[in-house]
């Protein structure tokens, strides 16, 4: 479907013969219609001596951690001039129904439905040791220049750690909840922005979900009061473009994963339920290859599927996809306070 970006678009980006004309972070807006299951296009771009994977996820919307485990052999940090960087941009949207806010975090992704058309953002979630929940919900207030009332279980840890910080923390740059944030019904759980864009795209929250500062002042501007809102964990995500069936695999939580043959048993589940009354093949041993090797990247899975070679951590990249694939518990800031939430 084509992106709907003349509303939110900050600086234009094309690609010429393959080279890359300026862009910064902006929501992808595209067409949502009854029936759409994949939206969007993946490229393959040439880096600048400049880039690193937080610039590039930054500059094509995509999540830090998926940008990392779609280019396993390439160096997050540095990864020179003239590399040929893999930009997974084309989504299968949610298996489940497409309305008001839903956020994934296996993906690191939070959709926005209204309309006939879906807003997506890259987000930081909830650090393995402090997952973002599961539940459905709604956006019960919002607020500009939020104070941050430090909840008891974070300013205890703070203590313990030899870090105390307030009990309040006024709104500013030390503030962690950025300068909008969405309330939600029923949990402490809130939608914000970050004083640490390098979070972003990541497992680093304590269960809240970040946003980049200019996406979430584009959401905020988006979303009224009353929005459901869905926190899913849906790592498998299949759906139809066309005539083709596609699956995207992220990366199961490490702590809600039931193992190869329960991933199995849910990606065939979900296939059958996308294939019911449709005459198609399917390529049983690429979804295998994805379910095991999981890369983010909407892969098609029937009748003609090619032969797929999976992402794998035997090449340059190895440490850095173990370091970061759901296990990393570091953090990683532009300015302000480590303080997260």
Same mark, same amino acid.
């Given at each position: 479907?084509?992106?709907?970006?003349?509303?939110?678009?900050?600086?234009?980006?094309?690609?010429?013969?393959?080279?890359?004309?300026?862009?910064?972070? *902006?929501?992808?807006?595209?067409?949502?219609?009854?029936?759409?299951?994949?939206?969007?296009?993946?490229?393959?771009?040439?880096?600048?001596?400049?880039?690193?994977?937080? &610039?590039?996820?930054?500059?094509?919307?995509?999540?830090?951690?998926?940008?990392?485990?779609?280019?396993?052999?390439?160096?997050?940090?540095?990864?020179?001039?003239?590399?040929?960087?893999?930009?997974?941009?084309?989504?299968?949207?949610?298996?489940?129904?497409?309305?008001?806010?839903?956020?994934?975090?296996?993906?690191?992704?939070?959709?926005?439905?209204?309309?006939?058309?879906?807003?997506?953002? %890259?987000?930081?979630?909830?650090? %393995?040791?402090?997952?973002? %929940?599961?539940?459905?919900?709604?956006?019960?207030?919002?607020?500009?220049?939020?104070?941050?009332?430090?909840?008891?279980?974070?300013?205890?840890?703070?203590?313990?750690?030899?870090?105390?910080?307030?009990?309040?923390?006024?709104?500013? %740059?030390?503030?962690?909840?950025?300068?909008?944030?969405?309330?939600?019904?029923?949990?402490?759980?809130?939608?914000?922005?970050?004083?640490?864009?390098?979070?972003?795209?990541?497992?680093?929250?304590?269960?809240?979900?970040?946003?980049?500062?200019?996406?979430?002042?584009?959401?905020? &501007?988006?979303?009224?009061?009353?929005?459901?809102?869905?926190?899913? =964990?849906?790592?498998?995500?299949?759906?139809?473009?066309?005539? *083709?069936?596609?699956?995207?695999?992220?990366?199961?939580?490490?702590?809600? =994963?039931?193992?190869?043959?329960?991933?199995?048993?849910?990606?065939?589940?979900?296939?059958? *339920?996308?294939?019911?009354?449709?005459?198609?093949?399917?390529?049983?041993?690429?979804?295998?290859?994805?379910?095991?090797?999981?890369?983010?990247?909407?892969?098609?899975?029937?009748?003609?599927?090619?032969?797929?070679?999976?992402?794998?951590?035997?090449?340059?990249?190895?440490?850095?996809?173990?370091?970061?694939?759901?296990?990393?518990?570091?953090?990683?800031?532009?300015?302000?306070?480590?303080?997260?939430?």
């Amino acid at each position: 479907m084509r992106s709907l970006k003349a509303n939110f678009l900050l600086v234009a980006s094309i690609c010429l013969s393959g080279a890359l004309v300026s862009q910064v972070s *902006q929501a992808e807006i595209f067409t949502a219609n009854q029936g759409t299951d994949v939206v969007g296009q993946n490229l393959t771009i040439n880096t600048t001596y400049a880039d690193s994977f937080h &610039s590039l996820a930054d500059r094509y919307n995509i999540p830090y951690d998926v940008l990392v485990r779609a280019n396993p052999r390439i160096s997050p940090t540095l990864p020179g001039d003239g590399t040929k960087v893999f930009i997974p941009g084309q989504v299968v949207l949610p298996n489940v129904s497409h309305k008001g806010i839903i956020v994934n975090p296996p993906e690191r992704r939070i959709y926005y439905f209204y309309g006939n058309n879906v807003a997506i953002f %890259p987000i930081a979630v909830g650090a %393995p040791e402090s997952p973002t %929940p599961t539940l459905q919900t709604r956006v019960t207030s919002k607020a500009i220049n939020p104070t941050w009332n430090v909840p008891d279980e974070i300013y205890e840890e703070h203590i313990q750690k030899n870090d105390p910080i307030p009990r309040v923390v006024p709104p500013g %740059p030390e503030n962690p909840l950025g300068d909008r944030a969405f309330k939600l019904a029923g949990t402490l759980t809130m939608i914000h922005g970050t004083n640490g864009p390098t979070s972003i795209g990541k497992r680093l929250s304590h269960g809240c979900i970040r946003l980049y500062p200019q996406d979430i002042r584009t959401l905020y &501007s988006m979303v009224p009061v009353g929005t459901t809102v869905n926190l899913v =964990n849906e790592p498998f995500k299949v759906g139809w473009l066309g005539g *083709q069936l596609y699956l995207q695999a992220s990366a199961p939580l490490q702590e809600a =994963n039931p193992g190869l043959q329960a991933n199995m048993s849910k990606v065939r589940n979900l296939i059958a *339920q996308e294939t019911r009354g449709r005459d198609t093949n399917i390529n049983w041993g690429l979804v295998q290859q994805l379910v095991q090797n999981p890369n983010d990247t909407a892969t098609v899975i029937n009748n003609s599927a090619s032969d797929y070679v999976p992402t794998t951590t035997n090449g340059y990249n190895s440490k850095y996809n173990n370091k970061y694939n759901n296990n990393y518990n570091g953090r990683s800031y532009r300015h302000g306070s480590p303080v997260t939430y």
